[in-house]
């Protein structure tokens, strides 16, 4: 996923805040138990709200993760 993460935050720029977490160190583990993550790799999207609005588990194509983001900018 870091490839279609990396595109992302490149073609969104400062419109979108990402995170990345490691599930196994810092608060990791943490938020994988408050988001009900099983495994790794899981791409969230949240509106302005704090609302998911998508959740990718596994590899996806950039293409699905895009328009996830582009359907919230959209809002």
Do not use: C, S
Request: glycine fraction near 10%.
């Amino acid at each position: 996923m870091a490839p279609i993460v990396d595109g992302a935050e490149e073609n969104f720029g400062p419109r979108v805040v990402f995170k990345r977490v490691n599930a196994n160190q810092g608060d990791g583990p943490q938020i994988m138990q408050a988001y009900r993550i099983p495994g790794h790799p899981v791409t969230l999207v949240f509106d302005r709200d704090g609302n998911e609005t998508a959740r990718f588990i596994g590899p996806q194509p950039a293409e699905a993760v895009a328009g996830a983001l582009n359907a919230v900018l959209a809002e």
